[in-house]
C-alpha cells in the first residue's frame, strides 16, 4: 500500500485505513483532529483483560513525511519497492518502518488477553515541529490513561535512545522603512537589524561551545543556535523596508529554554528601540513557529530497562535531533526512542530501511506483546 502523506497534505487516508484496521478487532479509535479537520492525530487503546485502561505501554509514531521536491529519487517515492535487503520509499526510514510493524501486528494485538492495556498513538506534523503530538498527549493525560512506559519510534537503529534536545524555532519580522539609496537616512534598514539580531544568535551559540555547560552523551554536547533562512529587500538601490529572518536552538536539558527564549526577545526589544529611534513607525514581531521539549529520561529507569529486555541496544546515548518523546514525558509517560533505521537515511533521496532492521523492530514488538500478555 501506498498513501502519500507529506506534512504540506492530509494524513486521513492513513488515518481511516488505521482507523478501520483497529475497528476490525473491536477497539474504537479516539481521533484527535486539527483545528480544520484536515489531520488527525489516532490513539487506540488495547484494554486489559479486566477492561482496564490505564497504565500500561505506548508505541508511538507519526504519520507524515517530509517532501520529496528537488530530490532525485532512483525509485518512485511514494511507491514502496525491495531492493538489495533495503526497502525504498519516502518514509520508510522516517517512520513508516515502525508505524507499519506495529499496525502489522494489531491481529495479534488483540488476539490473546492483555495483563495491561497498550496504546497505539500516531501523530500527524511531526515533521514540522511536533505539532500533532501536543493535542495527542494532552487527550492521553485528560483521560488519565497514565501509561508507565513510552517507545517513540524514530529510527535508531534499534539503540535505546534516553534523552534528546528540545527544538525551538523562531520566525521575525524586521519591519523598517523604505527610502532611496541616495537618502539613507530617510529610511530604517530592515536587512542591517536583522544582520545585527543574526550576529547576536551567532554570539549566544558561541558563549554555549566555548563556555557549556556540557552533556557529554550528545555527539554535539552543547546548545546550538544558528540563523537558517533570511529573506529581504526588494532592489538594490532601496533601502529594504522589510527583511524576515528564521532561527532555531536546540538546547541539553541544563539549559532553561525559556530564560533563553527571554534572553533572545530583550535583544529583539533593544534592537527595536533603535529602529524606533530612527523612525516611530519601524517594529519587530517575534513568532514562535515550533517548540517541543527535550528528553532527559533517567538511565536506570524502568522504561529504559524494558526496552532492552524487549531487544533495544543499551546505548547510553542522546541525540541532537528532536521527536515527540519530550513531550510524552512532559504528560508524566516515562519515554525513549528506539526504533528501526538509521536517521541518516531520513529525508534524503532514496530514503531506505534495511529489511534487518525490521525484522529486528518486529521481534522487539513481539516481546513488548509477550511481556503485556496474560
Known amino acids: 500500500m501506498a498513501i502519500d502523506t507529506t506534512s504540506r497534505d492530509s494524513n486521513l487516508p492513513l488515518i481511516d485505513v488505521i482507523a478501520a484496521e483497529v475497528r476490525r478487532h473491536g477497539v474504537e479509535p479516539v481521533l484527535v483532529p486539527n483545528e480544520d479537520g484536515s489531520k488527525a492525530n489516532l490513539i487506540a487503546t488495547f484494554p486489559a483483560a479486566d477492561g482496564s485502561t490505564h497504565g500500561g505501554i505506548v ?20 511507491e514502496p519497492e525491495i531492493r538489495d535487503g533495503r526497502l525504498y520509499g519516502r518514509g520508510a526510514c522516517d517512520m513508516k518502518g515502525f508505524v507499519g510493524a506495529v499496525v502489522a501486528r494489531i491481529p495479534d494485538i488483540a488476539a490473546q488477553p492483555l495483563r495491561e492495556p ?11 515541529g511536533c505539532l500533532g503530538a501536543e493535542s495527542l498527549v494532552k487527550d492521553m493525560v485528560g483521560r488519565e490513561l497514565r501509561p508507565r512506559a513510552c517507545i517513540v519510534g524514530e529510527p535508531t537503529s534499534m539503540r535505546v535512545i534516553h534523552g534528546h534536545k528540545s527544538i525551538n524555532l523562531f520566525r521575525v519580522e524586521f519591519h523598517g522603512v523604505a527610502a532611496h539609496s541616495s537618502l539613507t537616512p530617510r529610511g530604517v534598514n530592515a536587512i542591517e537589524y536583522a544582520a545585527a539580531f543574526a550576529r547576536f544568535v551567532r554570539g549566544v551559540a558561541e558563549e554555549f561551545r566555548d563556555e557549556g555547560p556540557y552533556d557529554d552523551a550528545f555527539d554535539v554536547p552543547y546548545t546550538t543556535c544558528t540563523v537558517n533562512l533570511i529573506e529581504g529587500g526588494i532592489a538594490v538601490n532601496t533601502v529594504p523596508a522589510a527583511c524576515t529572518l528564521h532561527f532555531e536552538f536546540r538546547s541539553i536539558a541544563a539549559v532553561d529554554s525559556h530564560a533563553l527564549v527571554d534572553r533572545f526577545r530583550s535583544e529583539l526589544h533593544r534592537l527595536e528601540g533603535e529602529m524606533q529611534a530612527e523612525n516611530p513607525e519601524a517594529r519587530i514581531d517575534l513568532r514562535v513557529v515550533a517548540s517541543a521539549p527535550g528528553l532527559d529520561t533517567a538511565e536506570d529507569s524502568e522504561v529504559v530497562r524494558l526496552a532492552t529486555e524487549w531487544g533495544g541496544t543499551a546505548s547510553g546515548e542522546k541525540v541532537a535531533y528532536g521527536t515527540e518523546a519530550g513531550l510524552f514525558d512532559q504528560g508524566g509517560i516515562p519515554t525513549v526512542v528506539c526504533g528501526p533505521g538509521d536517521i541518516a537515511q531520513a529525508h534524503s533521496p532514496d530514503e531506505f530501511v534495511d529489511l534487518d532492521q525490521l525484522v529486528r523492530c518486529e521481534a522487539f514488538l513481539d516481546r513488548v506483546l509477550a511481556h503485556l500478555r496474560l
Do not use: K, M, N, R
Open 59 to 78: 508505541l508511538s509514531g507519526h504519520t507524515d513525511v517530509v517532501p520529496v521536491d528537488g530530490q532525485d529519487w532512483s525509485s518512485a517515492p511514494f
Open 118 to 128: 497498550l496504546h497505539l498513538a500516531f501523530s500527524y506534523d511531526e515533521e514540522i
